[in-house]
């Protein structure tokens, strides 16, 4: 049914299903997805179990619950236990399945960046660093700017050398009294203030 649902709205999102919860959380092992739609009501789980495994299981994988009319009450709780959202069986079209979907994913995104970028303003780091495929990513804590080693030339010196410098510039420019204002609450190390002289922002590990 969510197959169909999903090729109505000509969706792009790939599906892989599990009828019980054991194997659906054996596939959570194997291979995060991107979302999980949830059924409550398993062959071997249901109610809150269900949706408590699974949260638990993989705390960083968005999860839509799938309910009934009779389970809205859980399906809320659900959401008050961290799940991203929930539809009512019977009463959503493809459309509108994908859009929820999609929203989970975004919305999951945004707060695990916030996550980290609270981490890293706490650490005194003025940006998150993330490694994908053999590049560095990183990322301003106080804006969405980012910056990836691959963009850099190495004739021109280290990538990751050249990809910290671009965020010294940005925070110089943008972000300066920010940053004055964090180093003055944890009282951190003069050097560690920006200034617009260009790498003057010693680089946190
Ligand atoms: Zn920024």
Known sequence: MIRIRLLESNSDLDLACSDRLSSGLAALDRQPPAVVLLDLNLP???GAATFRSVLSRAPSVPVVVLSTLEDEALALQAVHH???DYLVKGTFDGTQLTRTLRYAIERHA???????RDKAVAKGQYYIKQILKGDTKFTCSFCDYSVVTSRFNTSNGNRRTQAVAAMNRHVARLHRDLWKRRCSL???EKDASVSVEEGNIKEQA
């Open 44 to 46: 071997d789980s249901c």
């Open 82 to 84: 961290g799940v991203q």
């Open 110 to 116: 945004a707060v695990a960046l916030k996550t980290a």
């Open 186 to 188: 944890v009282h951190l």
